[in-house]
């Protein structure tokens, strides 16, 4: 019995001394497929096993075991600027990560494709700071953990003039629910925050006129708010902004 999906690659892993474990990403979710012989015969799935790869991959139900067997693969597309540029080679690496240590439920089509079509953008773009964020906050929106904006998340008043900001509380609380720690934000602050999850490309995204320090701000707090939320403690993402800083 065969199946077709269209998948993103996560991982692979040596699971004797000629297959792999291939982690794969659907919009139905998390896939784990035994690639028979890929360790020995290159060829039949070169460059094709790469992290964050986007492959139509044809699957057969194995006579015995428990992993689905990975029969052939039809590239749809891969990053060629990774292999030529250090930097899109860090961000690639840091949003496999993410999604290897985080997607487990379910994505549905229009979330899937979503993402597909933001690693080909950034693929096809000089990276910026700014496409972090927007990967963090939609993915964050994607698991339903994005920021509550609009009323306190603690008693649902909504702020009129002084917005506090609490990143384990979930979003913005009201001046009589600020626990110690939250953070007072600005109306142009909260205004970007609220754009952010309207906003659906980076070309949308390279377009907000906003200041260099209120953009600097929210980008520090989504990140926070990411790994937070999350729970996480990415390998990858220190030598990435090291590296994004570097490149200004």
Request: proline share 4%; glycine share 4%.
């Amino acid at each position: 019995m065969f199946s077709v999906h269209h998948a993103l690659v996560l991982d692979k892993r040596k699971t004797n001394e000629i297959d792999f474990l291939v982690d794969l990403l659907t919009p139905q979710g998390r896939l784990r497929v035994l690639a028979k012989g890929a360790q020995k015969s290159r060829r039949r799935f070169l460059n094709l096993l790469e992290d964050l790869t986007y492959l139509r991959v044809h699957l057969r139900k194995p006579f015995k075991g428990i992993y689905p067997i990975l029969e052939s693969a039809d590239l749809l597309f891969i990053s060629e600027q990774c292999r030529v540029d250090l930097l899109k080679f860090y961000f690639f690496s840091y949003v496999a990560e993410i999604l290897q240590e985080t997607a487990y439920g379910p994505l549905g089509l229009r979330d899937f494709y979503f993402l597909v079509r933001v690693l080909k953008e950034i693929d096809e773009r000089p990276l910026k700071l700014v496409y972090k964020t927007f990967f963090e906050y939609h993915w964050l929106r994607i698991q339903g953990l994005k920021p509550y904006l609009e009323s306190c998340v603690i008693c649902g008043t909504q702020p009129k003039r002084i917005f506090y900001f609490h990143v384990p509380a979930g979003g913005v609380v009201c001046i009589n629910c600020a626990p110690e720690g939250a953070r007072i934000l600005e109306r142009e602050q909260i205004d970007l925050l609220r754009k952010l999850v309207r906003i659906d490309s980076l070309k949308s995204m390279e377009e907000l006129n906003i200041e260099p320090l209120i953009k600097e701000e929210v980008t520090n707090l989504i990140e926070e708010f990411f790994l937070y939320h999350l729970d996480i403690e990415s390998k990858a993402l220190p030598i990435l902004k090291e590296q994004l800083c570097s490149y200004g």
